[in-house]
């Protein structure tokens, strides 16, 4: 059974940082590519973030290029999204993804995620 579980969200001005973790369970953890997505109110699911199982692939949606980084520590099965100079426009809760597959498929596609975390929120204020 695998879990993945954020934490890290919360309310931040403009301009802010968060730093947000995922936890990993129940899989080999270095053998997949993890990704973040994002869901706003009344908005559909979108790509944030992914790497490559051995961390040296990284890949980024347009809107937070230069903004944030993910990261990911294999022997704490956990991977980051390091948040910087946060938009009210980033107010989404953030979600965690594992690929199907080890090669982790098209990184912004979300049918590539076979599991997902249960989310967390993270509000910018202006």
């Known amino acids: 059974q695998v879990q993945l579980v954020e934490s890290g969200g919360g309310l931040v001005q403009a301009g802010g940082s968060l730093r947000l973790s995922c936890a990993a369970s129940?899989?080999?953890?270095?053998?997949?590519?993890m990704g973040w997505f994002r869901q706003a109110p009344g908005k559909e699911r979108e790509f944030v973030a992914s790497i490559r199982r051995n961390g040296g692939s990284t890949y980024y949606a347009d809107s937070v290029k230069g903004r944030f980084t993910i990261s990911r520590d294999n022997a704490k099965n956990t991977v980051y999204l390091q948040m910087n100079s946060l938009k009210p426009e980033d107010t989404a809760v953030y979600y965690c993804?594992?690929?199907?597959?080890?090669?982790?498929?098209?990184?912004?596609?979300?049918?590539?995620?076979?599991?997902w975390g249960q989310g967390t929120q993270v509000t910018v204020s202006s």
């Open positions: 129940g899989r080999t953890f270095s053998s997949y590519a």
């Open positions: 993804a594992q690929a199907r597959t080890m090669d982790g498929g098209t990184p912004g596609n979300p049918f590539e995620y076979r599991y």
